[in-house]
């Protein structure tokens, strides 16, 4: 989580480096601050609990000027989100450091220095870095062998950038666990935490890899890998459009993103769809050789990109006839797992940094999994990059914290998994690929059809002004879609929401269920509606006021505490991604009816990169 940004110029980098922040608010916003080596000639820092738009009023009235610096927004971990918590911190006013990721042996190393006589001044791990860091400076008076030095001792994840006002002509930087770019320029150079931050400076940049060490100055950088031995990364020229960051005529960056959907789902099927037939080389030139020795496959992923991975075992087991299980990231990574003969392991992440998938494949590795493969938005992430096989979806940047186009854009890519495998295996049943295939074509345009349906769910979305608590339900593969919009109205309305299958409602949930409760409901017409029926009827008999998204030939219709959204029709191995798009604007019309920030909700950050 958390933000970095770091420059060295030979102009005031002030405006880049709040720029950067801005661009990173999605990744952390309780608190930001900078540090720059002023024209003063020291090491001067503003910082303030909040946004960024905090720190940028305060530096107007006190301004900083200087042509090396580093900013930080910070998501918490240890410590309130206050100004003495704030990034950057200090060593003896001659050293900053901003961090991102968390150090596990903190108070074993603050102690020590403590006994060397530093003084902490915050309730970070951060804090020991920048002392620990000092003490290893004042001994060799070179800032990269210091950091050298200092990185042995860090228990954990970081990605650091350092700056010194004894060597005021370059920034530091070092990348375990937590993901760090360089961004080259002419005569000026620059760092972040992602390329996003820099895209108004540069398009040309240079991704650390793990264990690396750089230092940066304004006409040259020099990386060295976690051995020490001097290396050379490549440059990679960017060329994402720079309207990612801008919200355009949408109020809200969810807004553009959910309405981004059609767009990115054709990106997405780009050159994997064959005639009839998904094209199994979108995966890797051995996906076939491999995919064809799979038994059973094994899917670990976090928060929404678990509920993809829910929907996906649906299809495995239902289309390709594969066993399937699905299992969040946190959980795997410290469970005691036995590896089937020939499994497929299926990491699934937006950004290719969450901190917990990315262990559960470094853990896989050593398990004995048949093959890995990645299903990331993020082509230079360290998920892709250590993984045996990549599907990458398209969906863009994703600047709201809540994903919208992540999501359907994965579940668009683990169909194509599920049809690719079955196609190798032969498991698939006849004519079933091409059908899926060609319907995989009009996907766009459907989604496109429940997008329209945006004003009628603004209108749906004023049931639920002065409710505190509401009820998901699905079936069969909408369970996982009805837990997906439960998440949504959480995270950003702070309505409490839980999400069931409703079969399940008489074992207990229906305790819950009165007037007060909107139970939202996903009714494609598929074989589960009539029972599906049966459950809403449990609801109505206890006062449950139902809003029901059901398939325009369900022959559902609006009633006394019924209300009924006409959905387009669609088959219904289709039907998880079509019903995704109308919960989505329910979540955001409601917390825009709520009053609270859409795009950067309370206690959250979008790139969860600690445990």
Same mark, same amino acid.
């Given at each position: ?6 420059? %060295? ?165 070092? /990348? ?22 820099? !895209? @108004?400076?540069?398009? !040309? ?55 981004? @959907? ?35 496959? @094994? ?85 892709? /990059? ?14 709201? %914290? ?72 699905? /079936? ?63 609801? !109505? ?71």
């Amino acid at each position: 989580m958390c933000g970095i940004v770091g420059a %060295v110029a030979e102009r005031n980098i002030t405006a880049i480096l709040l720029e950067g922040l801005k661009r990173l608010e999605y990744r952390g916003y309780d608190s930001a601050g900078v540090a720059l080596f002023t024209n003063a000639g020291k090491l001067e820092r503003c910082r303030r609990p909040g946004k960024v738009t905090e720190l940028e009023q305060a530096l107007a009235g006190e301004p900083l000027i200087g042509r090396l610096g580093i900013a930080h927004t910070r998501w918490a971990t240890h410590g309130a989100p206050c100004e003495r918590n704030a990034h950057p911190h200090f060593s003896a006013d001659e050293l900053a450091v901003v961090h991102n990721g968390i150090i596990e042996n903190h108070e074993e190393l603050r102690d020590r220095l403590k006994g060397l006589g530093y003084v902490f001044t915050s309730d970070t791990d951060t804090e020991v870095i920048v002392h620990l860091l000092h003490h290893k400076f004042k001994d060799c008076g070179d800032l990269a062998i210091a950091l050298k030095a200092a990185v042995k001792e860090l228990h954990g994840a970081y990605g650091l950038a350092v700056i010194s006002a004894k060597q005021p002509d370059r920034l530091l930087a070092a /990348r375990s666990g937590s993901p760090l770019v360089i961004g080259m320029g002419l005569g000026e150079n620059f760092l972040a935490s992602d390329q996003l931050a820099l !895209r @108004q400076v540069t398009d !040309r940049f240079v991704y650390l890899e793990e264990g690396d060490i750089a230092e940066i100055r304004r006409d040259s950088v020099q990386i060295w890998t976690v051995d020490g031995l001097p290396v050379e990364r490549e440059i990679v020229q960017y060329h994402e459009g720079a309207e990612a960051a801008d919200k355009g005529k949408f109020r809200h960056f969810m807004l553009k993103e959910i309405h981004e @959907q059609p767009k990115v789902v054709q990106r997405t099927l780009e050159g994997r769809l064959g005639q009839q037939q998904v094209l199994v080389q979108a995966f890797g030139p051995q996906a076939a050789e491999l995919f064809a020795k799979v038994r059973n496959v @094994q899917i670990v992923a976090c928060g929404t990109s678990f509920h993809a991975g829910m929907v996906a075992r649906y299809w495995l087991e239902g289309l390709a006839g594969i066993p399937c299980q699905v299992e969040v990231a946190s959980e795997f990574r410290y469970r005691k797992v036995v590896v089937q003969p020939d499994t497929l392991f299926v990491s699934i992440s937006q950004s290719g940094e969450t901190a917990d998938t990315l262990a559960a494949l470094r853990n896989a590795k050593e398990l004995g999994f048949l093959v890995s493969l990645a299903i990331c938005n993020v082509s230079i992430s360290s998920l892709v /990059r250590e993984s045996d096989l990549t599907l990458l979806t398209q969906a863009g940047p994703e600047i709201g %914290v809540a994903s919208t186009k992540a999501f359907t854009t994965q579940l668009v890519a683990l169909l194509l998994l599920t049809l690719a495998l079955g196609q190798v295996k032969g498991t698939l049943e006849e004519g079933v690929e091409a059908e899926l295939v060609e319907e995989l074509r009009r996907l766009p345009i459907r989604l496109g059809e429940a997008l329209a349906m945006d004003c009628t769910v603004e209108k749906v979305a004023q049931l639920f002004a002065d409710k505190h608590h509401t009820l998901f339900l699905g /079936r069969g593969a909408m369970y996982p879609v009805a837990m997906e919009g439960s998440l949504k109205l959480k995270e950003i309305s702070y309505i409490h929401a839980e999400a069931y299958p409703a079969g399940e409602l008489k074992h207990g949930p229906l305790a819950l269920v009165d007037s007060d409760m909107p139970v939202v409901t996903v009714a494609p017409n598929n074989e589960l509606l009539e029972k599906l029926k049966s459950n809403l009827q449990e609801v !109505r008999a206890r006062g449950g006021e139902l809003i029901v998204f059901a398939d325009e030939h369900s022959g559902m219709a609006n009633g006394e505490g019924t209300h009924v959204i006409s959905m387009p029709h669609i088959i219904d191995t289709l039907a998880p991604i079509l019903y995704t798009i109308p919960l989505q604007l329910l979540s955001y019309y409601v917390a825009v009816l709520k009053g609270t920030d859409v795009d950067q909700p309370r206690n959250l950050a979008k790139s969860v990169t600690v445990e």
